[in-house]
């Protein structure tokens, strides 16, 4: 399976800031994914990053506040925007193997904290 | 709408026994389940998945059950260990193709008492 280099792995701000999160993979793929975890909560999808066109958003996220960037296969790019403190989440990045008895492979988190 | 649930947010099991996680669905498109544990400040780590055309899938000490016809799974383990320690979630998807989302359930903390 895939490796992910997630970065920062965490990060305190101000409110009004925005935080760039890089997630950088070991191999080629098609589509990688963003998610949140708030405090207590479970995993949500925040949108899905295809290279060379515009990522799409679920329901409840929108590009303003979310821009995302896939410039190559392996490399994409989270920005959280104009921050606030209900902005604070654990976020991380996925990317999928096909088949049965593979997982999907997650970066090991971003923990945001905005005060 | 919730369409993954895990209704125990927790669980105590005593070492060398069986850990039982489970975990409902309403969604019928769902037709891959995922378990994944996960320890604080790190990402969640893929244990074992199911494709809904099994009942059963096992690797090692894990071991996953579907009953689709009740859209309920469940995540054994046995033997427990103190490692295995964590929160559990479950997970779905309407393929196992790797380009799809999944939808996770709320997790468990399983807590191993030595």
């Known amino acids: 399976s895939a490796v992910i280099s997630q970065k920062p792995s965490r990060d305190i701000c101000q409110r009004g800031t925005s935080l760039t999160i890089q997630c950088q993979v070991d191999?080629?793929?098609?589509?990688m994914f963003w998610y949140r975890q708030q405090p207590g909560q479970s995993l949500t999808l925040i949108a899905t990053?295809?290279?060379?066109?515009?990522?799409?958003?679920e329901s409840g996220f929108v590009i303003d506040k979310f821009p995302i960037s896939r410039p190559n296969l392996t490399f994409s790019t989270l920005t959280v925007s104009n921050m606030s403190p209900e902005d604070s989440s654990i976020y991380l990045c996925?990317?999928?193997?096909?088949?049965?008895?593979?997982?999907?492979?997650f970066g090991s988190g971003t923990r945001l904290t905005v005060v | 709408d919730q369409q993954v649930k895990q209704n125990s947010p927790s669980l105590s099991v005593q070492e060398g026994r069986i850990s039982i996680l489970n975990c409902d669905y309403t969604?019928?498109?769902?037709?891959?389940f995922l378990w994944y544990k996960k320890y604080p400040a790190e990402g969640p780590t893929f244990l074992i998945s199911i494709s809904s055309i099994k009942d059963k899938n096992e690797d090692g000490r894990f071991t996953v059950f579907l009953n689709k016809s009740a859209k309920h799974l469940s995540l054994h383990i046995v033997p427990s260990q103190p490692g295995d320690s964590a929160v559990y979630f479950c997970?779905?998807?309407?393929?196992?193709?790797?380009?799809?989302?999944?939808?996770f359930g709320t997790g468990t903390r399983l807590t191993i008492i030595p």
């Open positions: 996925s990317v999928g193997t096909p088949g049965e008895n593979y997982g999907y492979t």
């Open positions: 990053a295809n290279q060379g066109s515009e990522a799409t958003y």
């Open positions: 191999s080629q793929v098609t589509m």
């Open positions: 997970a779905a998807s309407e393929t196992n193709f790797g380009n799809e989302k999944l939808t």
């Open positions: 969604n019928s498109m769902f037709d891959y």
